[in-house]
């Protein structure tokens, strides 16, 4: 059975920072894609970076050069280092997964077919 769960949010001022994990399970070979989406109350969800398994990365313009996508293949785990945080950046965060498809990642939310529970991204100002 494919599992993520997402973990390391949390309270934050405006200018700090956080690292979500994604530890995942349930898949061993093959090529395949992670990704992490956010949603915000009232607001659809939207993606936010991504990181294949021949190492491609992407990264949604309102994040770039903040947020950073790595993985540890080792521990099946994704990261995601997130600096200088905005109160816009305030959201569940879900990490997901495409199994498949391991180059030049996308965002597009319906290639994602197993998904984690989310962990809270809280920003104050």
């Known amino acids: 059975e494919v599992q993520l769960v997402e973990s390391g949010g949390g309270l934050v001022k405006a200018g700090g920072s956080l690292r979500l994990s994604c530890a995942t399970s349930g898949f061993t070979e093959g090529d395949y894609t992670v990704a992490w989406f956010r949603q915000a109350p009232g607001k659809e969800r939207e993606g936010v970076s991504c990181?294949?398994?021949?190492?491609?990365?992407y990264y949604d313009d309102s994040v770039k050069g903040r947020f950073t996508i790595s993985s540890d293949n080792a521990k099946k785990t994704v990261y995601l280092q997130m600096n200088s945080l905005k109160p816009e950046d305030m959201a569940v965060y879900f990490c997901?997964?495409?199994?498949?498809?391991?180059?030049?990642?996308?965002?597009?939310?319906?290639?994602?077919?197993?998904w984690g529970q989310g962990t809270q991204v809280t920003v104050s100002s």
């Open positions: 990181i294949a398994t021949d190492g491609s990365t």
């Open positions: 997901a997964v495409d199994l498949g498809w391991g180059s030049a990642c996308d965002t597009d939310t319906i290639k994602y077919d197993y």
